[in-house]
C-alpha cells in the first residue's frame, strides 16, 4: 500500500529531544510524505538540538517553537505564530510526559503530591489544553490529533508508578476528545508503544531490563477501539519502525495501516 501524501498538510509535533525520540521519527516521517512542520522545545537545551536536528533532515520552512506545556502563555503563543504562519493545521503529535525521577522507582505509595500532580499535568492535561487551541485551526480540515500511550495505562509495570496513572488519565482524555472533536471532523487517535530507548524511558528505575526483555518480540497482533462512535482511536503495540509509520498513517485515518506496515 502506498504511503499517505501529506503534501500541502501542516503539523505540529511536540516532544523531540534527541535523535532517538518517537517524536522525531514521527516528525521524520511526516515530512518524508510532503508535511510541512512545526515542531516543539522546553528551553535552550533542546532548541540547539532541534535545529541541527532539522537542519540536518533537510526539513522544508519549518517552524521551531519555544512551547512549556505548564505554561499558558507559551502555549497561546506558540498557536498564534502557527495560525500566523501557516494558517491552519492538519494534525498534532503529542509526544510528551514527564514525571520526577524519584516518582519513577521505588514504591508508588512514597510518590509525593507534587510529584504527582507534576506528572498528569504535563503528561495528560497538556493534551486538553493544547487540544483547545489546536481544534479551532483544524475544523473542516479532515484534520488529526494523536499522542503516545503505554501498556501501564492498563496494567501494573513495575516502576512505571505514576506515569501509568498519567497514560490512563491520558486515554480517558483520548476518549473523550474523540467524542467531542469527532462530529467536528477531527480524528483523536492513541499509539501505544512498547519499551524504546529514548531520553525519557531511560530515567525508569529497571529500563534497561525491560528493553532486554522485549528486544526479540515482534508486533503483537492488537488492534483494538477503544470508542466505537465512528472516531477510530487505537491502542497498539510496537517496534520503533513500525510505530511512526502508524503513527503518520494515523493522520489521515488509515486503520488498515496500522497492521500493515
Known amino acids: 500500500m502506498d504511503a499517505p501524501d501529506l503534501t500541502g498538510k501542516n503539523a505540529m509535533v511536540l516532544g523531540i529531544a534527541n535523535h532517538r525520540s518517537i517524536a522525531w521519527g514521527i516528525a521524520k516521517e511526516l515530512a518524508a510524505r510532503g508535511a510541512r512542520l512545526a515542531l516543539t522545545y522546553q528551553g535552550e537545551r533542546f532548541k540547539g538540538t532541534l535545529e541541527k536536528l532539522a537542519g540536518e533532515a533537510g526539513f522544508v520552512n519549518p517552524l521551531l517553537l519555544p512551547l512549556d506545556v505548564t ?115 477531527i480524528r483523536v487517535n492513541c499509539v501505544s508503544a512498547g519499551p524504546i530507548a529514548t531520553l525519557s524511558a531511560r530515567g525508569i528505575g529497571g529500563f534497561t531490563t525491560m528493553l532486554g526483555q522485549n528486544a526479540e518480540k515482534t508486533l503483537r497482533d492488537v488492534y483494538k477501539p477503544l470508542t466505537d462512535i465512528g472516531v477510530p482511536m487505537v491502542v497498539v503495540d510496537l517496534p520503533t519502525a513500525q510505530l511512526v509509520k502508524v503513527a503518520a498513517n494515523a493522520f489521515l485515518g488509515d486503520r488498515r495501516n496500522a497492521i500493515e506496515v
Open 71 to 185: 505554561d499558558d502563555a507559551q502555549i497561546d503563543e506558540a498557536f498564534a505564530v502557527v495560525r500566523r504562519e501557516m494558517g491552519g493545521l492538519d494534525a498534532l503529535a503529542h509526544c510528551i510526559a514527564f514525571a520526577q525521577r524519584e516518582d519513577l522507582e521505588g514504591d508508588f505509595r512514597d510518590t509525593s503530591r507534587e510529584g504527582f500532580r507534576l506528572a498528569l499535568e504535563v503528561s495528560a492535561y497538556s493534551l486538553l489544553a493544547l487540544a483547545r487551541r489546536a481544534a479551532p485551526l483544524m475544523e473542516g480540515r479532515n484534520a488529526a490529533m494523536i499522542a503516545l500511550s503505554y501498556l501501564a495505562a492498563e496494567r501494573a509495570v513495575p516502576n512505571y508508578n505514576v506515569m501509568g496513572t498519567a497514560k490512563a488519565a491520558l486515554e480517558q482524555i483520548i476518549r473523550q476528545l474523540a467524542l467531542e472533536l469527532g462530529p467536528k471532523g
